[in-house]
């Protein structure tokens, strides 16, 4: 769900059955777990907005069978945490418990070193990469400004300094003055 939503750990952690529209195929994100100085508390999403981000299809059925597997024990309780091994999902995972196992997952199918927050960074990549509109991946992100994206991103823009270059030809060819002349 990291690599698909973009979103970072403590806001998956957070993730209430109430968050997520089972029948639209979308989360909302509403808070983020960290750790405390007394243990994880519940604190506003880093930009102190919530923010929706739409599942793909693969996503939106792991999801589905996910809430299968636990509805019985989180029935009439939408408050219960989707990451959680507490049968009334009252207590979310651990964030360091979450990380050791990405880590473990992460060797067991022999890739190389990286972290969990990564996947946030493939998925912005990934999508200016395949031309996803800036304003779209910056939402998903949730940047509290659109001129983020680019700026932590701008290397995944594919063939950016090449159209500038063609622009700013075709820009002065267009008011006469002559290039390529020594």
Not at 27 to 51: C, I, M, S, Y
């Amino acid at each position: 769900m990291a690599a698909t939503t973009g979103a970072r750990r403590g806001q998956l952690l957070a993730l209430r059955w109430c968050d997520i529209d089972l029948d639209r195929g979308a989360l909302h994100f509403q808070r983020a777990l960290v750790e405390g100085p007394e243990g994880p508390v519940l604190v506003p999403t880093k930009t102190r907005r919530p923010h929706q981000v739409a599942l793909d299809p693969s996503t939106h059925a792991l999801v589905i069978d996910r809430y299968a597997q636990v509805r019985l024990s989180v029935a009439g309780s939408p408050g219960a945490f989707v990451f959680t091994s507490d049968p009334t999902g009252e207590r979310p995972w651990l964030s360091n418990r979450v990380t050791k196992q990405f880590i473990d997952a992460r060797r067991r199918v022999g890739l190389g070193h990286f972290r969990l927050h990564d996947l946030r960074h493939f998925m912005a990549t990934e999508m200016l990469n395949a031309g996803v509109p800036i304003p779209i991946v910056s939402a998903r992100l949730a940047h509290a400004r659109a001129s983020t994206t680019p700026n932590v991103y701008a290397h995944a823009v594919p063939g950016g300094d090449q159209h500038a270059a063609r622009t700013i030809a075709a820009i002065l060819a267009a008011q006469g003055v002559p290039l390529g002349q020594g």
